[in-house]
């Protein structure tokens, strides 16, 4: 005669059975940290190589300025290189060097007078593009820039839109400086490799 198991017996083999079985299947779909993906899976074709030249339009007085300081160190305004200043950006970029030319975009972000020996400044920006096939897509740029050396280079650390995966550099010219007002014209070529 077949031996029946006891009440308790039962209840645990039923838990253990739903346990282990249940168990299993959400371990099957368990969220996931990290997988490989191939490429294609998000539309990625072959890099390309774009270059882009614009001016950046920096307008420090007047009515409507671009560049605003928001931040200083206490000892900022006796400092021969500014530093300690932190300058809030929102600068057009236009196609040619005059602030009456086609606007292609904005350099927005930030900027730190990040040296005591030089004028040098810590940029953090991104180029936001508002023309033709680079409209809403942005590049973002993080790197040194010293300003009294006549072509600087910084990198293009990563983008958005078109520019998802990008990364290059951009080089920066001044083209002209107000001494009166601080004004400031910068030509930037930059090169960036993109999918």
Do not use: C, W
Request: proline share 5%; aromatic share 12%.
């Amino acid at each position: 005669m077949a031996k029946t198991l006891s009440k308790p017996t039962s209840i645990f083999f039923m838990l253990f059975t739903i346990f282990f079985f249940s168990t299993y299947v959400i371990a099957d779909e368990a969220p996931v940290f990290s997988k490989k993906l191939p490429p294609s899976s998000l539309g990625l074709e072959q890099q390309k190589l774009s270059h882009l030249h614009f001016y950046f339009q920096e307008i420090v007085r007047g009515p409507k300025p671009t560049a605003v300081r928001v931040a200083q160190a206490n000892t900022t305004n006796t400092s021969p290189t500014g530093f300690g200043a932190v300058v809030v950006i929102d600068d057009p970029l236009t196609l040619l060097p005059e602030n009456t030319s086609k606007v292609v975009g904005q350099a927005q972000g930030t900027y730190t007078f990040a040296s005591q020996s030089e004028s040098a400044l810590l940029m953090v920006m991104n180029f936001a593009f508002t023309e033709g096939e680079y409209n809403g897509s942005t590049l973002s740029l993080l790197g040194r820039n010293t300003v009294s050396s006549s072509v600087r280079e910084m990198p293009i650390v990563g983008g958005s839109g078109v520019f998802r995966f990008a990364r290059g550099y951009a080089q920066a010219k001044t083209y002209t400086f107000d001494n009166k007002t601080g004004d400031t014209v910068v030509e930037y070529n930059v090169f960036v490799l993109h999918h």
